[in-house]
């Protein structure tokens, strides 16, 4: 390689993909580390000692934590395809959409998916309000960075895969295409575009993992209640 690029991740981070999709997009050559992260490695401990997690990016020798970050670095340092827009109010927007994604939908969704009964009735309203903010922003769009993909759909590309695994597992639909016409078509072709496509973890071993990862959250939350 013409210059080193490594990237530490797990097989099933969404958070990584991120990282894996930009630099596909770019073409850019990458060794891929991948951690277990209940034996975490002593390189991944010495690369992000703060957060002690993935993805981290390593280039030439130093390192950058957080998927976000890492998608902003990946576009400042090679200029081709670029994800963000060059208009400053535009990557301003950009950047806001991406922290919406991973404040208010991620965490809305995730809170539907380890509920149950009543309590997810009632946390499917603020998933519903939050989704209803990215049909808006799609209207007479393809993809979020307009008719190719960029910053904001890597950063919401988790939708494109992880959303079905989720409805699935609990068995509720969450994105109905009825009610998220424009982010339906989206999900689909985020999701079939090749370079996205190719890089998708097995979806029989996600809904195991996040199959067990919900039933221990549940497990957790109820003994919780039951020592008050």
């Known amino acids: ?25 770019k073409g850019i050559d990458y060794e891929t580390i991948f951690e277990d992260l209940s034996n975490k490695s002593p390189s991944l401990l010495q690369y992000n000692p703060v957060y002690k997690k993935v993805p981290v990016l390593v280039h030439k020798g130093k390192p950058i934590a957080e998927s976000l970050v890492i998608l902003e670095y990946i576009d400042e340092t090679w200029k081709q395809a670029p994800l963000l827009p060059e208009d400053p109010h535009e990557r301003a927007t950009a950047r806001f959409w991406a922290k919406f994604g991973e404040d208010k939908v991620l965490t809305s969704i995730w809170s539907v998916f380890i509920k149950q009964g009543k309590e997810q009735e009632e946390a499917m309203v603020p998933a519903l309000e939050n989704l209803k903010f990215l ?29 079905s695994i989720l409805e699935e597992i609990v068995g509720l639909k969450v994105v109905d295409g009825e009610k998220f016409p424009l982010l339906s078509a989206w999900m689909q072709d985020f999701a079939d575009a090749p370079i996205i496509k190719d890089n998708w973890p097995p979806r029989d071993r996600m809904i195991v993992k996040f199959q067990a990862l919900r039933d221990a959250t549940i497990a957790a939350a109820a003994a919780a209640a039951t020592s008050k």
Do not use: C, H, Q, Y
């Open 135 to 163: 049909e808006e922003e799609l209207k007479g769009k393809k993809f979020f960075g307009g008719e190719t993909i960029g910053f904001v759909d890597l950063a919401l590309g988790w939708l494109g895969n992880l959303i």
């Open 1 to 25: 390689m013409a210059e080193e690029v490594k990237l530490f991740r797990t097989w099933s981070s969404p958070f990584a993909l991120r990282a894996v999709w930009a630099l596909k997009i």
